[in-house]
Structure formats: structure tokens, C-alpha cells
């Protein structure tokens, strides 16, 4: 079963006089979504007590719980403690997954900079079997699943293919596949079944079928440029797309389970309701 829920609670959770993360649970729960997404995107703001005390809010409440890392991970930096540091935070974002009780930590892997591409994803590949070998081997891994996400921007590594790629490396990493990233870097590439087929076939054969079956999704409109990404749009934007039907389709066809997350930029719970509804009226056909 695909299951559902929001980036952040956004201006609905506020309006409704609601605050801090321990009454974030049943709320999601009582909206009737299935999973939540907390956001270290600007760093690790919170204490691990903190952490715990929510974690077991969302166990109560059976919503899944995914931690997205701090943006300012680069695999590829060639500064050696600029490496360090994209370490550290996965590192502390394992710390945080173990204190909330979540399963998955999403992150940015990499930014080209000044190198070419090739080189960028070539360090990037490099440092990925260092870290994630390391860490496997001390044991941090166990159960947990690491997942690098599909880039919207031309600059950044991650396109679908890159980030497949990558999570050939080790076996706790799976891909995050932010349709709305591949859309806006591909100009608008994502509009029937078929279109989400080739992403998830390319998953398939690379990284077998369990791995594409529990991945990880990033789903909102997202307005986009020469550039790629520019920002993040609600759901009921008719512009830019993509839209969640031909998804769902494949998703159904292919009896895929994986987690879907709306980011989008301020009725995230509401959009993933639209999301979960599409999926559900299309499964009872
Ligand atoms: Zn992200």
C-alpha cells in the first residue's frame, strides 16, 4: 500500500491554532494521512530528548515518519573538510533517525561547482562508498534506509538516472524520486503513464524490484525555467504540472508500495490528501 502524508504541515496546521512538533501526530493522523516528513533542511535545530518525545507521539499515532538532512550536504566538494562536514551530517541525521524512531534520512548528494560533471559525479561515487561502506561496517545502518533525492536544478547531481545509479553502491541506500525536480529539469517531461514508466523501469533494472518498491517520493508542482527548478507551486497550479494521475496508474500497474511525500509550497497535508485520493479512487476501479 502507498502511503501518504506531508513535508511540514504548512499554513492549515497554524490556522487551526496548532503548534510544535508533538502535536503534529495526531493531526496528520486525524486529516487521514499515513506519513510525515521532518525537515533538517536548515540544520539539526532540535535536541535529541526533543526527538525521542516526538517520536513516540508518531508511534502512537502510526505515522510514518522520513527525516530530509540538512541542505549544505556536497559529495562533491573537493575540500576534504568540507567532506568531513557532509559526513557529519548524515552522521547526526542517523542519531536523529535512531532518537525518533524514523526509518529513512532523504539528502541532496551533490553540487557540480566548479568541477565538470563527470568529475563531480565521479567524486561523489567515490565518497559514497566510503562513507556508506564505513558506516555499514560500524553497525549505524542495521535497519535504515538512506535515500538520495532526484535534483531539479542543472547544477546539482540527480538526475533519476545519477541517483539510481548511486544506490547501486550500498545496499541501505534507495532512490528519492522528487517528480517535480525531474519534471522542471526535463522542461515539462512528465505528463502520461508512460512518462513515469521509464523512470521506474530504469529503477527496476538497475536496482531491482524491493528496492523501487520501498523508495522513497517527492511529489509537488514546482515551477521551472531554462534553469530547471525555480519554485515550489501548490497543487491546484494548472501551469506547470506535474500532475499525480499517471503516477498513481504505474504505481498501481506495478503494485508499488512506496512512501509519497507532498512538498508543496504551503497546503502540503491538503495536497497529499489530493494525492491519496487520486491513488485510492483509482485502485477501487
Ligand atoms: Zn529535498
Known amino acids: 500500500m502507498v502511503l501518504f502524508g506531508p513535508s511540514g504541515c504548512g499554513e492549515e496546521f497554524v490556522e487551526e491554532g496548532h503548534s510544535g512538533i508533538l502535536e503534529v501526530p495526531a493531526w496528520i493522523k486525524a486529516k487521514g494521512l499515513d506519513a510525515y ?9 532540535m535536541s535529541t530528548e526533543k526527538a525521542q518525545l516526538a517520536g513516540e507521539e508518531f508511534k502512537k499515532h502510526d505515522i510514518k ?3 530530509h538532512a540538512p ?3 556536497n559529495f562533491a566538494n573537493p575540500d576534504e573538510e568540507m567532506y568531513a562536514k557532509t559526513q557529519g551530517y548524515i552522521y547526526t541525521g542517523i542519531k536523529f533517525l535512531r532518537a525518533f524512531g524514523a526509518d529513512r534520512l532523504i539528502f541532496h548528494a551533490a553540487s ?3 568541477l565538470s560533471r563527470d568529475e563531480a559525479l565521479a567524486l561523489t561515487k567515490a565518497r559514497f562508498i566510503d562513507t556508506f561502506d564505513k558506516m555499514e561496517q560500524e553497525g549505524l545502518l542495521d535497519d535504515l534506509i538512506l535515500c538520495p533525492e532526484t535534483m531539479g536544478k542543472t547544477q546539482q547531481i540527480g538526475t533519476y538516472q545519477e541517483i539510481v545509479d548511486l544506490c547501486t553502491l550500498n545496499k541501505h541506500l534507495l532512490p528519492t524520486f522528487d517528480f517535480g525536480h525531474i519534471n522542471s529539469l526535463e522542461g515539462g517531461s512528465l505528463k502520461t503513464k508512460d512518462d513515469y514508466k521509464r523512470i521506474l523501469d530504469y529503477s527496476i533494472e538497475k536496482i531491482g524490484y524491493e528496492k ?3 523508495c522513497h517520493i517527492h511529489f509537488s508542482k514546482i515551477q521551472y525555467g531554462a534553469k530547471g527548478e525555480i519554485k515550489h507551486l501548490n497543487y491546484d497550479d494548472l501551469v506547470y504540472g506535474p500532475e499525480f494521475d499517471g503516477l498513481a496508474e504505474i504505481l498501481i500497474e506495478y503494485n508499488l508500495s512506496p512512501r509519497v511525500i507532498c512538498e508543496s509550497m504551503s497546503t502540503m497535508p491538503k495536497d497529499a490528501l489530493i494525492m491519496k485520493k487520486i491513488y485510492h479512487k483509482m485502485l477501487d476501479k
Not at 525537515?39 to 539539526?44: K, L, T, V
Open 212 to 214: 523501487t518498491n520501498n
Open 37 to 45: 516528513e521532518y525537515s533538517f533542511g536548515h540544520g539539526y535545530q
Open 71 to 73: 541542505f549544505y550536504i
Open 65 to 67: 515518519l522520513s527525516l
Open 112 to 114: 557540480c561547482g566548479k
